[in-house]
């Protein structure tokens, strides 16, 4: 309220009274607010958990997949022809010559200060229909920027090409072709479109003065050449996707002896798997571990105190964690995964032998391949019990706590309400007897006044 009561009448600091008879009627909202921040505590080490447990079953979800062991790199002996394996690649082998490289189209005009007259430029690609494009005026400038915003596949830029004899500044118009290809050639004309088919429009390109200094090209590449196999393969761009199965090919130089390519199974990829699986189970055990041990601490009293963590004792992540060991560690068709180099420890944690791995694989990959996808298909489907976000277990325990935690602060807010309330009528009390106490000395000292006056009168009569 902003009023010091202390001592008015009755002496007594009545401040330090209130704020003692309040600190014990906020003794039930203060065991709230302790059970609201070991609960949000409780919350976020599930979230964390929940969070660890989603990465396992999207890790393992996709090495469950058919196929998702299928990797393979691949090889190129020469640095003009780059390779690379994705899905659907198998081992094989393949030579192959560069014959050429995909290009663009590219003209020029001849020189020139403006566009003559009349401006409309008609373009003419590989489909052979023509489209008539119609600038704001004869400007190269203004010309070249129609034919830009255009959908002619085709860009024009103003290049500088000295001056005439009157000291008039010249110009052509360099067209290029926005992709790669055969397909991307082109015909600019100066006319219209009817003027195309009539056969009066300019050929911009081939006027006097004017070149094509590149022609529009396919990339190609000949296999088994020299035999009577030979087939020559063409793509618009330098990339063969076609060439063997789940292959990628991008040449960036010809090339006049054979290029050999070769894809393998990788190894490496397949233990990055294996290695995946167990370090997503390690990063949620390690958090598990860190939120159920016990920690002792001591004050600057010397006090020793002990606290077990927030998942010690919590049967569902107990559960948890025993149904991820299991999936992970159970046996395969008789064979303990530890033979592949994923094992069980006697701290009950998960570890993985790369090397142990590697031999496993190198001797019998159909086994290895076929025991990582059964271990994958059973932690998916633990992981994700228990971090859907629809039905998981966790968190439907964090679903839950929160609502628990929202209820004790509707709780606490209930509190603050009370309490002031009742702050207020102490204030209200203790004022009052301050004023009370300060009347009735107030009569005191008039009665005793009287009573002097009395005795004084009675003795001078």
Do not use: C
Request: avoid cysteine; aromatic fraction near 4%; charge should be negative.
């Amino acid at each position: 309220m902003g009023i010091s009561l202390d001592g008015l009448s009755s002496g007594l600091d009545t401040t330090s009274l209130i704020t003692q008879l309040m600190t014990a009627e906020a003794a039930p909202q203060d065991l709230l607010k302790a059970q609201v921040s070991k609960t949000t505590t409780i919350i976020t080490a599930l979230q964390g958990l929940n969070s660890r447990m989603a990465t396992l079953a999207d890790t393992a979800t996709t090495a469950a997949k058919a196929g998702s062991l299928d990797l393979y790199s691949a090889t190129s002996s020469t640095t003009g022809l780059a390779v690379t394996a994705a899905t659907g690649a198998s081992a094989g082998e393949l030579q192959v010559v560069v014959s050429a490289l995909a290009q663009t189209q590219v003209g020029v005009s001849a020189a020139m200060s403006a566009w003559p007259t009349p401006s409309t430029i008609t373009i003419v690609g590989h489909s052979g229909t023509p489209l008539e494009i119609t600038p704001t005026s004869n400007s190269l400038d203004d010309v070249a920027s129609a034919i830009n915003s255009s959908s002619a596949g085709v860009t024009a830029t103003k290049v500088a090409s000295g001056v005439d004899a009157g000291g008039n500044k010249l110009y052509r118009l360099q067209f290029s072709s926005k992709t790669t290809g055969a397909d991307s050639a082109f015909t600019v004309y100066q006319g219209t479109a009817a003027d195309v088919t009539a056969g009066t429009a300019t050929n911009v390109l081939t006027a006097p003065g004017s070149a094509v200094i590149k022609t529009a090209q396919d990339a190609s590449v000949t296999l088994w050449k020299g035999t009577p196999a030979e087939q020559v393969i063409t793509s618009a761009s330098n990339t063969f996707t076609d060439l063997l199965p789940g292959v990628t090919v991008t040449a960036s130089a010809v090339s006049t002896d054979p290029v050999n390519i070769a894809v393998s199974r990788d190894d490496s990829k397949i233990t990055a798997v294996a290695k995946g699986l167990v370090d997503a189970i390690s990063s949620a055990f390690v958090l598990i571990a860190a939120q159920t041990a016990v920690t002792t601490t001591t004050d600057a009293a010397g006090k020793t105190t002990t606290a077990a963590g927030v998942f010690a004792g919590d049967g569902d992540v107990r559960n948890i964690r025993q149904k991820t060991l299991d999936a992970a560690s159970a046996p395969i068709d008789g064979h303990s995964p530890s033979e592949y180099g994923i094992a069980l420890t006697r701290d009950g944690t998960i570890t993985f032998d790369a090397d142990k791995f590697g031999a496993a694989l190198a001797a019998d990959s159909t086994t290895v391949m076929a025991a990582v996808q059964t271990i994958a298909t059973r932690l998916a489907a633990t992981a994700t019990a228990a971090s859907d976000k629809y039905t998981g277990t966790l968190t439907n325990k964090i679903t839950g706590d929160q609502t628990q935690v929202k209820s004790l602060g509707d709780q606490v807010s209930a509190w603050d309400i009370r309490l002031a309330s009742r702050k207020s009528t102490l204030q209200r009390t203790y004022s009052a007897m301050e004023v009370l106490l300060s009347n009735m000395k107030a009569q005191s000292s008039a009665l005793t006044s009287q009573l002097s006056s009395l005795s004084t009168s009675t003795t001078t009569g």
